[in-house]
């Protein structure tokens, strides 16, 4: 019987077990051993060992520290916007004493669309005779760059992007809400507690699994950044849109430098693994101390 389980376990597990193999697990450990070496892909047979050559030759590279520069500063302006706003709406929805539905599902829509064709939109918007500065010219504010700016054109890319997946975020957060006892916000009405009070005393130690959760998966999302700029500018102006996953795309399949786009890959990931870690590590403990602080208050 045990020997007919296994099987019939088997059965199920081993095509997912053979599809991870071959779009996960080999392409992983191809991407390991090509890094160590100047494999080139239009001419795979002159491929030398090179040992970690390219993991120095990378932070060598002015473009390739600039478009890791310009990924932290995109993560930087996205985190908060996006983690903020998503908490934000969720909240005046929770509160909203009708259409309720309705509001979830505009905020929701721009999520499921895709990205090129949102960044398509955005470049209407921020055209010199888009809708943005159609408004800004109606308050006396004169036509402004966007994108075309190397100066405004990250933060007008992060923008868009908050816009396109606050929604999500948004969803998370609306659900943690309505799990939260009323009880608890019933006792606070009692002991006359303010709205701020009830908001950080109750609200969010309830959500802070969720914001830990959020956090997260925003920020490795942020990283990943890659169709926005491809669409909208193309990497520039100057270079100010480059960061690091287009800059590996390029490198992969447009120069045919896999080596060295493999070892840019390995990089970046051992970035966010351990941005990962630390970010675990220190919400953790927070966690643990309000619980420790909570316990001896109770006791």
């Not at 659900?175 to 009830?198: C, F, K, M, T, V």
Request: with cysteine; net charge negative; hydrophobic share 50%.
């Amino acid at each position: 019987m045990e020997k007919r389980n296994s099987i019939v376990g088997m059965a199920f597990f081993g095509p997912a077990l053979v599809l991870l193999t071959v779009f996960l697990f080999l392409p992983m450990a191809l991407t390991f051993l090509f890094s160590f070496t100047d494999y080139f892909a239009l001419n795979p047979e002159l491929t030398h060992f090179v040992g970690l050559e390219n993991y120095f030759d990378i932070f060598k590279d002015e473009l390739f520290v600039q478009s890791f520069l310009n990924t932290v500063k995109f993560v930087i302006i996205i985190v908060p916007l996006q983690c903020g706003g998503a908490l934000v709406l969720a909240l005046a929805i929770n509160r909203a004493a009708h259409c309720k539905k309705y509001f979830k599902v505009a905020f929701f829509v721009p999520v499921v669309m895709s990205l090129a064709v949102v960044s398509t939109l955005w470049m209407q918007i921020y055209s010199p005779e888009g809708i943005l500065n159609t408004l800004l010219a109606h308050l006396g504010i004169d036509t402004q760059p966007f994108i075309h700016s190397a100066d405004q054109a990250l933060p007008s890319i992060a923008l868009m992007s908050v816009w396109q997946g606050v929604g999500y975020q948004m969803i998370i957060f609306l659900g943690g809400l309505q799990n939260i006892s009323p009880a608890l916000y019933e006792a606070a009405e009692i002991d006359h507690a303010s709205a701020w009070q009830r908001f950080k005393d109750i609200t969010l130690p309830e959500l802070k699994p969720l914001c830990v959760f959020v956090f997260i998966t925003v920020t490795i999302g942020a990283f990943r950044m890659l169709v926005q700029p491809m669409v909208m500018t193309g990497g520039g102006p100057d270079h100010s849109t480059y960061t690091i996953v287009y800059d590996i795309y390029e490198t992969g399949t447009v120069n045919w430098e896999m080596g060295l786009a493999s070892t840019m890959a390995i990089v970046f990931t051992i970035f966010v693994v351990i941005l990962t870690i630390i970010q675990s590590v220190l919400t953790k403990d927070r966690e643990e101390g309000n619980h420790v602080h909570k316990k001896a208050k109770a006791e």
